[in-house]
């Protein structure tokens, strides 16, 4: 794997770990700081939020400068400060340190993506997304794994304190990362520049002549919609095993592992099968994305229906295998998506598309989940599971978005080439 691809992949698994860091500790931090431990949710909520905001502006001016030295100041900015989380007191100070924390956050997706973009030619780029969907997946587990096994042993400051020394880190090899031109691996938009009307530089008038692009609409409201349904699952997923059903740190984290750590082989298998299919049909991955959507939800809303505790050995087994059917699945979703944003958007914008897809989209949607889980927490009288169980049954319900984005892409592809010739 050459080395831009490692660094990156090493900047997104430290990346997000950083919104998934607080919540499995979010019993112990309430009562180390004195507040509620439904207000963790809205600390993780605004995190996104925040950091959604701030990546349309990364995202701008990455298709303007150098997408590296962007990187580079963002993961500085937002290393120096979940270092400074650590000296928090009360609710106010951790919100604060939270939320300035995301502004440097926000820069990782839509840069990284791009750039990822033109780094992989297009008939390699499903698995590739696959990967880095993988790793983003991988670098959630990873914060929630640092905290729900140090927890037990060490202060709720320790987790962050790891984290910012490995952003630190990343900083450092981001220097030695080459940045390739843009469009350099393209097909369908080698050739086009002057009849879509873009330069190097975007312009104001650039995303209107984008917006024409009716599979972009229908997969940013896809994935806004299918993220209000999923986003919180894993965020709050140890917390809701050791409230729900009676289980230790330990073994919450360790089940955590195994149902997540499914969706690490998920995203590159489902992205490869996605580009194979593509190649003999337009609709290929969406065909995909459909049948992993329908199924994963089917199997988290019986796991999520199922009641047990800690000395219930065999429904907690039922529980595990039907969750992680469910969450390898889900896995292969975002990949796919993915890899169609960014075959059918230009070159000189796709920063800007993927921080309209990471905002709009993913952190909101994300956002809005969280806020209803804590709502549904506070509802259900202080369980989760309740929460879960509507969440995916609105997942599955997303399946009505998808059948406008398997009309219009082979059409979208079509007036792309003929565009070209």
């Not at 987790?159 to 900083?171: D, E, K, N, Q, V």
């Not at 796919?336 to 958007?345: H, K, R, S, Y």
Request: with cysteine.
């Amino acid at each position: 794997m050459p080395k831009n691809t490692q660094i990156l992949i090493l900047l997104t698994l430290f990346s997000s770990a950083l919104f998934s860091i607080i919540t499995p500790m979010a019993e112990e931090i309430s009562i180390a700081l004195n507040f509620e431990e439904n207000l963790v949710t809205f600390i993780n909520s605004m995190f996104l939020m925040v950091g959604a905001i701030s990546s349309l502006f990364w995202a701008l001016l990455g298709d303007k400068f150098s997408r590296k030295n962007l990187l580079i100041i963002s993961t500085l900015e937002w290393s120096i400060i979940t270092l400074l989380t650590i000296f928090s007191t009360d609710f106010l100070s951790l919100l604060i340190f939270q939320l300035i924390t995301a502004i440097g956050f926000g820069a990782a997706i839509p840069l990284i993506f791009s750039l990822t973009v033109d780094l992989v030619d297009p008939k390699n780029r499903g698995k590739k997304f696959g990967t880095l969907s993988a790793v983003y997946v991988l670098g959630n587990g990873l914060g929630q794994i640092l905290s729900g096994f140090l927890i037990d042993y060490y202060t709720w400051q320790i987790p962050l304190l790891i984290i910012s020394i490995s952003g630190f880190a990343c900083t450092g090899l981001l220097f030695s990362v080459e940045e390739p031109l843009r469009g350099s691996t393209d097909e369908l938009y080698k050739t086009i520049d002057e009849a879509l009307g873009l330069e190097y530089k975007i312009k104001r008038d650039d995303l209107k002549q984008i917006w024409k692009i009716k599979t972009t609409i229908w997969i940013l409201i896809f994935n806004f919609a299918m993220f209000i349904s999923i986003g919180a699952i894993s965020s709050f997923f140890i917390s809701m095993l050791k409230r729900d059903y009676d289980l230790s740190s330990t073994l919450a984290t360790f089940f955590l592992i195994l149902v997540f750590g499914s969706q690490v082989p998920s995203g590159p298998l489902f992205g490869k099968l996605g580009d194979k299919k593509y190649e003999i049909d337009k609709n290929g991955r969406i065909k995909i994305v459909l049948y992993c959507l329908i199924s994963g939800s089917i199997f988290y809303i019986i796991a999520f229906s199922l009641y047990f505790i800690s000395n219930e050995f065999s429904i907690a087994i039922l529980f595990l295998a039907l969750a992680l059917v469910g969450a390898f699945l889900f896995g292969g979703i975002d990949p796919l998506t993915q890899a169609t944003l960014g075959e059918i958007n230009p070159p000189q914008i796709r920063s800007t598309i993927y921080s309209l897809n990471y905002l709009a989209t993913i952190t909101f949607g994300r956002s809005i989940s969280l806020l209803l889980l804590g709502q549904f927490f506070l509802i259900f009288n202080n369980h989760y599971s309740p929460g879960y169980f509507i969440l995916s049954i609105m997942a599955l319900s997303c399946t009505l978005f998808i059948f406008p984005i398997l009309k219009f892409l082979p059409r979208d592809i079509e007036e792309i080439k003929s565009m070209k010739s």
